[in-house]
């Protein structure tokens, strides 16, 4: 069975400072993996997913992800944060072949500080 | 663009009640996940269905049931409420499953406190 870790719980970082989201996986076969966000009270935002090809994916709102096989990692990334990125952030493994269901980590509370 | 829609948004129920939450997904699609989102958890996985049949189940109590009408929505029910319950209740819809892996549409989750 698939599996996510997100190893940091807790993340402050200043507005206008980078970011950075730790992702790793557990799957024998190749992943599907996205990235979603969640502010208080709301539902699951897709930020971005990776499916095949290009190991770089590009989302929305500036993030970006980076899939590394060799590390079982796929870490979220934004260049410069906006006090509106403080949000919930999750990432999920899905494994295809007609089952969709989705396994997400434990998440990571992002707090941007002005 | 027309997204999954999830009534009611907010429910209060005394233990021992039932609940009913509702999905209606995004329109042609035919495929509808849930998940229960405990407080500070991640979400879980409860059931599945495809052309109104149940595909998937995870790890829902006998308490609940859920099925899929011929219009493609989707009702979780419910029964005997625990304190634990207490939670968000997602619906994800999917497009024309069986095709390449497709991307879930969440809806903006039920939000269950159980009294």
């Known amino acids: 069975a698939q599996s996510v870790t997100q190893p940091d719980i807790h993340i402050t970082v200043s507005e206008g400072a980078s970011l950075e989201l730790r992702c790793n996986y557990s799957?024998?076969?190749?992943?599907?993996l996205f990235w979603y966000v969640q502010s208080p009270g709301q539902g699951l935002q897709l930020l971005l997913k990776y499916f095949s090809g290009d190991t770089l994916v590009q989302g929305i709102k500036g993030f970006e992800a980076e899939f590394k096989r060799s590390q079982s990692s796929f870490n979220l990334r934004k260049p410069s944060v906006h006090w509106s990125d403080a949000a919930e952030y999750f990432c999920a493994v899905g494994q295809g072949s007609n089952d969709y269901k989705l396994s997400f980590g434990a998440g990571t509370t992002v707090t941007v500080r002005a | 663009a027309a997204g999954v829609i999830q009534s009611p948004r907010h429910l209060i129920k005394e233990k021992r009640e039932t609940a009913t939450l509702k999905c209606y997904p995004i329109p042609r699609h035919d495929t509808v996940y849930w998940y229960q989102q405990g407080p500070g958890q991640d979400p879980q996985f409860l059931i599945s269905f495809y052309e109104k049949m149940q595909s998937d189940k995870g790890s829902i109590p006998d308490r609940f049931s859920a099925q899929q009408f011929s219009d493609y929505h989707s009702e979780l029910n419910m029964s005997s409420l625990e304190l634990g319950d207490s939670a968000l209740y997602f619906c994800a819809s999917i497009p024309l499953a069986g095709s390449s892996y497709n991307e879930q549409f969440f809806g903006p989750g039920t939000r269950l406190t159980v009294l």
């Open positions: 799957y024998g076969a190749t992943p599907y």
